[in-house]
């Protein structure tokens, strides 16, 4: 297979750690390992990568509230994105926001499937009920024991010009992320520096859940891949 030539000398560096690759090229092949991907950039500069599937019932420890209130699931039941998403513009740059009527017909299905797990657990003992949160726990471990996280350090800023007013670092490349072919989960977490384009969601097939948040587009490119995700969460502050 070809080598994979990145943008990003940090984000190879970061890469080639996680997959304990110093010096060989790095292929499609090795980077398919990966499943979950995080990346952050307007406080501090990081990612994280992972390798488990993520469990059907999960909790990031690291998340705030918007996993429950600006969250919806199953995308694919709207026809297209203006279906559920709000475009606002803040000067030269866009923000997508959940519809709200999108989150009252969420917010109705979470109340109804509440309602059907409180009459199921009505049927457990017990035991049952603490087997099953005991599986749901260890679920959560094994997926976070795959997680590595890795930060920007001063020296990493050598040579790399930033671009202040198109709020750009210099650092990290969203064109980069196209090669993480098997990416499931995806959180873009405060990113209003460096990701201004959604564009390579397209080059993303298997992705599931998909976190935005104080994300600045410059273009829509990619927005049509919202359509057909398990969950989608955006948030800005």
């Not at 390798?51 to 998340?63: I, M, Q």
């Not at 990290?172 to 209003?192: A, G, S, W």
């Not at 520096?193 to 992705?207: G, M």
């Amino acid at each position: 297979m070809s080598e994979i030539k990145f943008k990003s000398k940090w984000f190879e560096k970061c890469i080639r750690d996680y997959l304990q690759n110093s010096e060989g090229p790095i292929t499609q092949e090795q980077l398919n390992v990966i499943k979950y991907f995080t990346v952050e950039t307007t406080h501090s500069l990081t990612v994280e990568f992972g390798n488990e599937k993520l469990p059907e019932k999960f909790s990031f420890l690291d998340a705030g509230d918007e996993w429950d209130c600006r969250c919806i699931s199953n995308t694919g039941k709207y026809e297209n994105v203006e279906s559920f998403i709000d475009i606002k513009e803040f000067g030269d740059f866009k923000c997508l926001v959940i519809k709200e009527e999108a989150l009252e017909e969420e917010e109705a299905l979470k109340e109804e499937q509440a309602a059907k797990e409180e009459e199921a657990d009505r049927k457990k003992t017990a035991k049952e009920m603490f087997q099953e949160m005991k599986e749901q726990k260890a679920a959560m471990k094994a997926f976070m024991d795959t997680v590595k996280e890795y930060w920007a350090k001063e020296d990493d800023y050598a040579g790399v010009e930033e671009d202040e007013a198109a709020c750009n670092s210099g650092m990290v490349f969203p064109e980069d992320f196209v090669y993480l072919k098997n990416v499931e989960v995806l959180r873009l977490k405060t990113c209003e520096w460096d990701i201004h384009t959604l564009s390579f969601l397209k080059a993303l097939p298997n992705l599931k859940i998909l976190e935005v948040g104080e994300v600045r587009l410059t273009d829509l490119d990619g927005i049509e891949k919202l359509v057909g995700l398990d969950m989608l969460t955006i948030w800005a502050n």
